[in-house]
């Protein structure tokens, strides 16, 4: 398996992204950071600079956002974007990875939620570590507890900000399970 022939996908903001960023280096696989002017990152390698067109193809209702997690996300420019950037990320991924809190209702917690949504809206293989019970669950048609494995050579780290320990060792034993031979 040539590693270099994989490419992760995230926003490279702290915490989960950039420790998804961070690994993906230790194991020789290519990283892609979508980000817009003025957006302030954790990580600064291999960063794609979005332009406003490329934004806009990634533009979603914020009525819609609110309702599909919800909760209100009210207008204001630089979440739109938050939310255009997240698109595009889960656009070039075939395989989704978040790191974050499943809440009661099935929606993950915070602006990572949109991208559990899309992958769901385009059929992405979806994995989301839930930190508060630290376990893998694997969408499929509902969240099933699970121990995933990335598959595709395109693919998405996203989540938290607030990284806990538990959710750092998902990261690493992730890649580590992937990728280590006898695996």
């Given amino acids: 398996m040539?590693?270099?022939?994989?490419?992760?996908?995230?926003?490279?903001?702290?915490?989960?992204?950039?420790?998804?960023?961070?690994t993906a280096e230790k194991f020789g696989i290519g990283e892609v950071i979508y980000s817009f002017d003025g957006h302030k990152l954790a990580r600064e390698k291999n960063v794609t600079i979005l332009s406003r067109e490329q934004l806009e193809r990634g533009d979603i209702s914020m009525e819609l956002a609110s309702r599909m997690l919800n909760r209100t996300y009210y207008e204001t420019e630089k979440i739109r974007k938050v939310l255009q950037t997240i698109f595009h990320m889960v656009n070039s991924g075939h395989q989704v990875f978040v790191i974050g809190a499943i809440q009661e209702d099935g929606s993950v917690k915070g602006g990572t939620g949109w991208a559990v949504?899309?992958?769901?809206?385009?059929?992405?293989?979806?994995?989301?570590?839930?930190?508060?019970?630290?376990?893998?669950?694997?969408?499929?048609?509902?969240?099933?507890?699970?121990?995933?494995?990335?598959?595709?050579d395109t693919f998405v780290g996203s989540g938290t900000r607030y990284l806990s320990d538990a959710g750092r060792e998902a990261i690493e034993n992730l890649f580590a399970d992937s990728f280590t031979v006898g695996n």
């Fill in 2 to 22: 040539d590693l270099a022939q994989y490419t992760l996908f995230s926003s490279g903001l702290k915490g989960a992204e950039a420790t998804f960023g961070e």
């Fill in 117 to 152: 949504e899309l992958a769901k809206m385009f059929n992405r293989p979806l994995h989301v570590f839930d930190q508060p019970s630290k376990k893998w669950f694997t969408w499929k048609h509902g969240w099933q507890e699970d121990s995933p494995r990335i598959e595709y």
